[in-house]
């Protein structure tokens, strides 16, 4: 890597956008509360049963009756959520002010030096926990859990310096075990 960094170049659009949301989506652990969702609450209605229906008579349990009444719509529910999630992401940065500007990411070794248009900003290092990769680029994630910087694949001006930026983030960000090995 030279004094002058690493350059990433892209513009901020919506092919950009929907790269970062899938390597986003894929790898937060945001969606864990869904597996909560599909897991615990199918099993409410075992756990708190409904004692309102003012009957004696013992009632008989049929599996596929259970099954459509109780836990269909909980899972219904919850991939609801899930889709209701995925697609409002990218609403959100889609209204974003540096939707369609070019982002220019330089990245040395004292941080990440990020300028659009509108903006000139200097990020620290300290400031990323984790690095993940897909085949479309490299995701680094803020210290907030919805907040990201993605670095397309094709914003680098070659292969080589993309494998700089991994061993880069290897040396600067605490977790890289998603980074493809280099």
């Not at 945001?30 to 969702?37: D, M, N």
């Not at 756990?47 to 109780?70: I, Q």
């Not at 494998?163 to 600067?172: A, G, V, Y």
Request: with cysteine; glycine share 6%; proline share 7%.
């Amino acid at each position: 890597m030279n004094d002058e960094g690493i350059t990433c170049r892209y513009v901020y659009n919506s092919t950009a956008l929907r790269q970062a949301v899938r390597c986003f989506w894929r790898f937060s652990s945001q969606k864990w509360w869904l597996v909560g969702l599909i897991i615990f609450f199918p099993i409410l209605p075992i756990l708190f049963p409904d004692s309102s229906k003012g009957t004696t008579e013992p009632e008989v349990f049929s599996p596929p009756m259970f099954f459509l009444e109780n836990i269909l719509p909980m899972i219904l529910l919850a991939l609801f959520i899930a889709f209701i999630a995925y697609f409002q992401t990218g609403y959100i940065f889609r209204r974003s002010a540096y939707y369609d500007q070019q982002m220019t990411y330089n990245l040395r070794e004292s941080g990440v030096y990020l300028e659009t248009p509108r903006l000139k900003l200097e990020i620290r290092w300290e400031s990323f926990p984790k690095a993940v990769e897909n085949k479309n680029g490299i995701l680094v994630l803020s210290m907030g859990k919805r907040s990201f910087h993605w670095f397309p694949k094709g914003g680098f001006a070659s292969p080589e310096s993309i494998e700089q930026f991994r061993t880069l983030l290897r040396k600067q960000v605490k977790d890289c075990r998603k980074l493809q090995p280099g």
